[in-house]
């Protein structure tokens, strides 16, 4: 995530935010490209997705982190309220959306210039999002409210990455004989 923070920071900060609600906020790309600047909440902390633009098509609010209230109030202001927040061709706020399939491309070239796997999609961070929640210790149920999904084991199965600290973790906080 690092380099790719690096490598948005430097090529495309719209981008950025893209991959911030994609990983913190969990919300899909397909979602992200039919966002509008009112859905955007900042006094509560939050994106409002309606049921038309959700997979699930139930209306959710998403979370929004310090960081990006403070990156999406710079990025829509002036905007209109019923503008994309990624318009076409320009990664600024407009009236006409931006494809989810440009998030790709982008996405792709990005990946080539950086050297991350093939394996590595906009949607993974997504994933790594929900899988750092459950390790970080938030209760399964939150996350899966949070992802937007139907059931818990869908949520669990995310638990199931591999963790590097798994050993140190069990050492710390695992009972004694």
Known sequence: RKKIREYFEKTNPQYLIICELVHTSLIRPVEVSRLRVGMV????????????????HR????????????????????AKQDDYL????????????????TYGNVWEMMRKEIGLPKEMQLYSLRDTG??????????????MQAADH????????????YDPDLFRKLNEKAPKF
């Not at 209306?59 to 990025?75: F, N, P, V, Y």
């Not at 139907?150 to 990455?161: K, P």
């Open 130 to 143: 929900i899988n750092g929640m459950l390790k970080a210790g938030i209760d399964p149920l939150s996350v």
């Open 150 to 161: 139907s059931d818990l084991s869908m949520t669990t199965r995310y638990a199931n990455h």
């Open 41 to 56: 909440n900042m006094n509560e902390g939050c994106i409002v997705l309606p049921a038309t633009i959700t997979k699930n």
């Open 86 to 101: 990624f318009a076409d061709k320009c990664w600024r706020c407009g009236k006409v959306a931006m494809s989810s399939h």
């Open 59 to 78: 209306e959710r609010r998403a979370r929004l982190s310090d960081e990006l209230k403070e990156m999406l109030g710079k990025h829509i202001m002036g």
